[in-house]
């Protein structure tokens, strides 16, 4: 049996199709192919019998014919744990009112997100040394943090933990910002009689 | 006393991204130039199994772990559950703003003890009930257990005829005994959201996917947590 790869990714797929499968449902794919995303679909490989089959099937028709078969896969292997066995129990969104670095403190807000009733928000005076030293930068007025507090087991042991793990957000590299400064100067040159909002 | 009939032993998230990626380019020290991730994460990386390659990225730090295929991202808990795995995954959506996605995955898991091996027993066999078993193989001479079941839950009433769908949101849930827990149940609710993306450019989906992440994962964990202990106590109740 040869294996015909339409596209040059070498990734491998799960299930294949055999074309006689595909060509006995000709109507679905061809309203499959209305959508312009089967055309950029990277992989496809199929499974053929004979050379006759081939005849039988394009290769537009085959790439098509795999994603009308073939949902993305978008769920993980199974998880097997080899940390210990840690179930949260309550949740909570936290923010920085003000950081006190003489009592090396921080006042937050917290907002309840998961398991805690009744869900009403409360004022916290957090010691800087449940921060982990990656996040003592993040610790500004404004910051946003989140509180986890979760059951653990380990060797036959459970205990009580929490986590407090900051919010990161991607930052906007010089390129990235010259960039966009370039498309708004393009933008603005199209656009006559609009004044900048620096000038 | 009563004791209660089951617990929450373990429990655990992932975000799943199906769509076009160049794992090379995911490595630790990449995510950390750009802010997602502390130089304390980049270190724990490299402490551990790492893979950074054309085919196959992959590591893990102490509270997540990161796999790049050509055509998935999947980001793990570890330990504790966090809202920073949608913000890792929405900020790398941000900063691949070209990347072509086909669907999201928003999946919750946990394990459950069992209190009494009678209720065990009992919710395998409410889930799968083992009478067309035994009628192959005699209950005198041989045992039926559930291994997997997998029901798929779709928005609207049950149709007439069959259609594949290629864009469609449903939730994959799962049972199994569990792996980790002697008398326990794993489950998992996979959340997969692709309709947003019928009739998107290619080039367009990554702040679409970026969006569905941000919006729905809190209330995704909310609804799977409610529905995995609910269905816990429904196969447990007489």
């Known amino acids: 049996m040869d294996s015909v790869i339409v596209s040059p990714n070498d990734s491998p797929l799960p299930n294949r199709t055999t074309p006689r499968d595909l060509s006995s449902r000709k109507v679905e794919l061809r309203s499959s192919l209305r959508n312009k995303h089967l055309l950029e679909l990277p992989t496809l490989a199929v499974q053929v019998s004979n050379e006759r089959d081939l005849e ?18 978008v769920s993980p292997e199974l998880p097997r744990y080899t940390a210990p066995l840690s179930a949260m129990r309550q949740l909570w969104e936290g923010t920085v009112i003000s950081v006190d670095s003489s009592t090396e403190t ?31 930068d993040l610790v500004k007025p404004g910051a946003v943090f989140y509180l986890t507090l979760c059951k653990v087991q380990s060797r036959g042991s459970v205990r009580d933990s929490q986590e407090i793990r900051f919010r990161r957000k991607p930052y906007w590299t010089a390129e990235q910002i010259r960039k966009l400064n370039q498309a708004a100067e393009s933008l603005h040159a199209r656009l006559p009689g609009i004044k900048r909002i620096d000038e | 006393m009563t004791t209660k009939k089951y617990s929450v032993e373990a429990n655990g998230s992932s975000i799943v991204v199906a769509g076009t990626f160049a794992p090379q380019s995911l490595s630790p020290d990449w995510l950390c130039a750009r802010g997602l991730i502390g130089e304390g994460d980049v270190d724990a990386a490299n402490q551990e199994q790492i893979v950074v390659s054309n085919q196959l990225t992959t590591f893990q730090t102490q509270w ?48 459950f003890k069992i209190s009494k091996t009678a209720d065990y027993h009992k919710l395998g066999d409410k889930l799968v009930p083992k009478g067309v078993w035994y009628e192959l193989y005699s209950p005198q001479e041989f045992n039926a257990g559930t291994i997997h079941v997998t029901v798929r839950i779709e928005p609207g009433a049950r149709p007439d005829h069959l259609v594949n769908e290629l864009h469609a949101d449903y939730k994959n849930i799962t049972i199994q005994p569990s792996a980790n827990v002697l008398q326990g149940i794993f489950v998992m609710v996979n959340d997969h959201k692709s309709s947003m993306f019928a009739n998107v450019e290619p080039a367009d989906t990554a702040p679409i996917a970026a969006k569905i992440i941000a919006d729905n994962w809190q209330s995704s964990y909310d609804k799977a947590s409610s529905d995995m202990e609910q269905l816990i106590v429904n196969l447990i109740q007489d």
């Open chain 1, 56 to 73: 039988d099937v394009s290769p537009l028709s085959m790439l098509a014919a795999h994603y009308f078969v073939e949902q993305p896969k």
């Open chain 1, 106 to 136: 921080f006042e937050a807000a917290l907002s309840p997100r998961y398991g805690i009733e009744p869900p009403v928000e409360h004022m916290a005076e957090i010691d800087l040394a449940w921060v982990s030293s990656q996040d003592s």
């Open chain 2, 64 to 111: 997540f772990t990161l796999q790049v295929l050509p055509q998935q991202l999947v980001i793990n808990s570890r330990e504790a559950v966090t809202p920073a795995l949608m913000d890792l995954s929405v900020g790398i959506l941000s900063l691949l703003p070209s990347t072509p996605v086909l669907g999201i995955g928003i999946n919750n898991h946990a394990h």
